[in-house]
């Protein structure tokens, strides 16, 4: 059963555009979420998070909304680099867990960004 | 910086061999976990520990084992390896605390083949 999706497996944008990838979960007990970033032949690095007591969360060109009542967060890339151009995990996180005890995450989104 | 540095970035095993895969982090963090990765299923947690001789299970450890005798070093075991456990290993590690204060910091991973 899985609690984190991320249904597109992979998107491809222009630099410069925007990129925004998505997440659904279906536990509420989820409170915390967080995207995580992937490049071929290293671990996944935290990006960026946001806590459910806020709809949004920015910091410089990244920027995580969530929708509680649709169980849906969107990360938002403007405006896209070819750096950017990784695997892109989401992650949720119940009440009251410990850091990363059950950190569940969705499938991943490969992002590809064009010159 | 946080690093957390696996032994081994590639490894092939034989069916029901023994395998172990070392994990140490250099940042006195008490939370250590293993993941592993696969096409379509994301990151799922296998085992973690929040102190030296601690364990506890995570989502899938059938399988598997894990070992911490020292703060710095958590190892995972497959005590006789199986080709359905062809896959990317991930170690991380994170302090004691809620998930918002304390992501987690990913180790480079280990490609283990089992033939």
């Known amino acids: 059963d899985q609690q984190v999706k991320q249904n597109s497996p992979s998107l491809s944008v222009q630099e410069g555009r925007i990129s925004i990838l998505n997440c659904d979960y279906t536990?509420?007990?989820?409170?915390?979420f967080l995207w995580y970033k992937k490049y071929p032949a290293e671990g996944p690095t935290f990006l960026i998070s946001?806590?459910?007591?806020?709809d949004k969360n920015e910091d410089g060109r990244f920027t995580v909304f969530l929708n509680k009542s649709a169980k849906h967060l969107s990360l938002h890339i403007v405006p896209s680099q070819p750096g950017d151009s990784a695997v892109y995990f989401c992650?949720?996180?119940?009440?009251?867990?410990?850091?990363?005890?059950?950190?569940?995450f969705g499938e991943g989104t490969q992002l590809t960004v064009n010159p | 910086d946080v690093k957390v540095t696996q032994s081994s970035r590639y490894l092939v095993k034989r069916t029901g061999e023994k395998v172990f895969l070392e994990c140490v982090q250099d940042?006195?963090?008490?939370?250590m976990f293993w993941y592993r990765q696969d096409p379509g299923l994301g990151l799922r947690l296998i085992y973690f520990s929040y102190d030296v001789k601690m364990k506890e299970k995570g989502d899938i450890p059938e399988g598997y084992s894990v070992s911490r005798e020292k703060k710095e070093r958590f190892s995972l075991i497959l005590e006789s390896a199986s080709t359905n456990q062809t896959s990317m290993y991930l170690c991380?590690?994170?302090?004691?605390?809620?998930?918002?204060?304390?992501?987690?910091?990913f180790g480079n991973g280990t490609r283990l083949t089992v033939t």
């Open positions: 940042m006195d963090h008490e939370n």
């Open positions: 991380a590690s994170s302090l004691l605390g809620q998930t918002y204060n304390s992501p987690l910091h």
């Open positions: 536990n509420s007990m989820f409170d915390y």
């Open positions: 946001i806590s459910s007591i806020k």
């Open positions: 992650a949720a996180s119940a009440l009251g867990e410990t850091s990363g005890s059950r950190l569940t």
